[in-house]
């Protein structure tokens, strides 16, 4: 296969598990952001976290909603665990690194909370033991997910599971699907016509 050859295929695959992923979840997209929304309407916050390149995009959708994704906007609550490394390590250190988000969920997160827990594998030991604590809180459960990510699915009240193994087309559907989420949130509870962002 030749380097343009390499290319082709990588943007085909992408597009193709995304027209998928979003044909079978489109339902499920209206309804997660329309919780997302009355969450935020109600004094709720939302709680992201995942490692490696989810925990990068756990960062980048708070990001979206805590500063503004495509309109002039009052902040709105978002908080990606990963980010503060003194809690992070400090946790890793003293107890165990599997507990570095539950503990955080334990200590922030309050009943009506939103939380999008972000696992390729569906199997990171941290990740799911947070998605447990939050379920104790009776927090709502959003998972974003891969074809093998059973155990996080089975335990998130929306899980969105893309249909594939590959991680590289799974993290891309992830950070299209957030991105579609920032922008219905922003137009249910604002409903201005969009405006481009600078970035």
């Given at each position: 296969?030749?380097?343009k050859?390499?290319?082709?295929?990588?943007?085909?695959?992408?597009?193709?598990?995304?027209?998928?992923?979003?044909?079978?979840?489109?339902?499920?997209?209206?309804?997660?952001?329309?919780?997302?929304?009355?969450?935020?309407?109600?004094?709720?916050?939302?709680?992201?976290?995942?490692?490696?390149?989810?925990?990068?995009?756990?960062?980048?959708?708070?990001?979206?909603?805590?500063?503004?994704?495509?309109?002039?906007r009052?902040?709105?609550?978002a908080?990606?665990?990963?980010?503060?490394?003194?809690?992070?390590?400090?946790?890793?250190?003293?107890?165990?690194?599997?507990?570095?988000?539950a503990?955080?969920?334990k200590?922030?997160?309050?009943?009506?909370?939103?939380?999008?827990?972000?696992?390729?594998?569906?199997?990171?030991?941290?990740?799911l033991?947070?998605?447990?604590?939050?379920?104790?809180?009776?927090?709502?459960?959003?998972?974003?997910?891969?074809?093998?990510?059973?155990?996080l699915?089975?335990?998130?009240?929306?899980?969105?599971v893309?249909?594939?193994?590959?991680?590289?087309?799974?993290?891309?559907t992830?950070?299209?699907?957030?991105?579609?989420l920032?922008?219905?949130?922003?137009?249910?509870?604002?409903?201005?016509?969009?405006?481009?962002?600078?970035?």
């Amino acid at each position: 296969m030749t380097i343009k050859e390499t290319i082709q295929k990588c943007v085909k695959d992408s597009i193709e598990v995304k027209e998928r992923f979003f044909s079978e979840n489109i339902e499920r997209i209206e309804e997660v952001a329309k919780a997302i929304a009355g969450a935020f309407s109600g004094g709720r916050k939302l709680l992201l976290f995942g490692n490696g390149g989810s925990a990068t995009d756990a960062s980048h959708i708070a990001a979206e909603f805590v500063n503004r994704f495509k309109c002039e906007r009052p902040g709105l609550p978002a908080i990606a665990l990963n980010t503060d490394m003194a809690v992070v390590t400090s946790i890793a250190n003293d107890y165990d690194f599997s507990e570095v988000f539950a503990r955080q969920i334990k200590s922030l997160a309050q009943e009506g909370d939103i939380v999008i827990a972000i696992s390729t594998s569906g199997g990171s030991k941290n990740v799911l033991k947070a998605v447990d604590a939050a379920n104790k809180k009776k927090l709502i459960v959003i998972a974003f997910t891969g074809e093998k990510g059973v155990k996080l699915a089975e335990k998130s009240l929306y899980p969105f599971v893309v249909p594939t193994t590959d991680t590289a087309r799974i993290q891309e559907t992830h950070i299209t699907l957030a991105h579609v989420l920032c922008q219905l949130v922003e137009e249910i509870l604002f409903q201005f016509p969009t405006k481009k962002s600078k970035h």
